[in-house]
């Protein structure tokens, strides 16, 4: 419907009586081109904040017109603590304007970019490959993949495909970061949940949060790590090439929570307390509007190898396990 065309008919509507529902739909069918936003999976309460940030009735002008507009439930089918979600998360965003629809492609001819919020890692090699086929740029939320291989993949389709994607936790942007000179850092220690789930590799499930916090404040360059696991707690410890050493420790009981303390030459410095959706929706949106990510390719995958490194070395019973050694693996398939 053209600009004229709409206005001559909400001028209609409004003369005759159509209720503020209809108009309220046309107002999402009003999107500028390419700020139309689809979701694929409900399964995650990521895709209701999303949702509820973008389509507020006066949303932050920093998010620059973007909004969801339509999305694909699905979502695992088999995570018990994600299928329970689906029904009450779809009808939650439907009161906002979203139009549910039956499979990815119907999706993908609705929208102009996606949020890949599928909470079941497993599915998303699958479900990212049908979005950069159709050439859209897109949002994978945590875990990448459940499995390095697979992100591995997820990577590669990309190069081919050239659609630059971007993955990160919102744990990258936790409290205490800002204004740090990450050239100082010597060292840090991080913190998070670390719940397990039968159908993902440990650290992928959960512990990825604070992971990717402690490579927010490392960067790349972690050589090996040595694991400690209890029921109740992971202890790993990573050793990067400039001798700098980094740890990360999972817990599983006690009250949870996110943080860390960063060592660097200037004294040491407090992470936390967990800054909320808000600061990655809006590199989210940056991303969508010029194509460029703000965490490298290799920087995600790098997270990836030291987790799986991690099992590894669990594996093994603590032994010391390198990264080349996993990516090895990968690259033999």
């Not at 409004?14 to 069918?29: E, K």
């Not at 495909?161 to 050239?183: C, Q, T, V």
């Not at 992971?234 to 001798?243: E, K, L, N, P, Y």
């Amino acid at each position: 419907m053209s600009n004229l065309n709409r206005r001559k008919f909400i001028r209609t509507a409004v003369a005759t009586g159509v209720g503020i529902s209809i108009l309220d739909t046309l107002s999402f069918a009003g999107v500028a081109d390419g700020k139309r936003v689809g979701i694929i999976g409900l399964d995650t309460s990521h895709s209701t904040a999303f949702v509820k940030a973008l389509n507020a009735a006066t949303p932050d002008p920093v998010y620059d017109g973007y909004k969801v507009v339509a999305a694909y439930p699905y979502g695992s089918r088999d995570i018990e603590s994600s299928t329970k979600r689906i029904p009450s998360y779809t009808e939650e965003v439907k009161k906002q304007g979203v139009e549910i629809v039956g499979s990815i492609k119907e999706l993908l001819s609705k929208v102009d970019v996606v949020l890949l919020e599928t909470n079941d890692g497993r599915l998303h090699l699958e479900q990212a490959l049908e979005v950069l086929k159709a050439g859209k740029r897109v949002f994978i939320d945590k875990p990448v993949a459940a499995s390095l291989s697979d992100a591995v993949a997820i990577y590669d389709a990309a190069k081919k495909y050239n659609i630059p994607i971007f993955s990160a936790s919102s744990l990258r942007y936790i409290k205490g970061l800002e204004g740090m000179d990450k050239s100082k850092v010597l060292g840090a220690d991080t913190f998070s949940p670390a719940s397990l789930e039968k159908t993902h590799p440990d650290l992928f499930w959960y512990g990825v949060h604070g992971v990717e916090t402690l490579y927010t404040v490392m960067g790349t360059g972690c050589k090996s790590v040595t694991r400690v696991s209890t029921p109740t707690t992971d202890i790993v410890v990573g050793v990067w090439a400039d001798g700098r050493t980094g740890t990360f420790r999972g817990t599983r009981s006690g009250k949870g929570g996110y943080g860390g303390t960063v060592f660097t030459q200037d004294g040491n410095k407090t992470l936390g307390p967990y800054a909320g959706y808000e600061p990655l929706l809006v590199d989210i949106i940056k991303y969508f509007k010029t194509g460029q990510v703000p965490v490298t390719p290799e920087e995600t995958i790098e997270i990836f190898a030291f987790m799986e490194a991690a099992d590894e070395s669990k594996r093994q019973g603590g032994k010391n396990v390198t990264l080349e050694s996993v990516m090895a693996k990968v690259k033999k398939k």
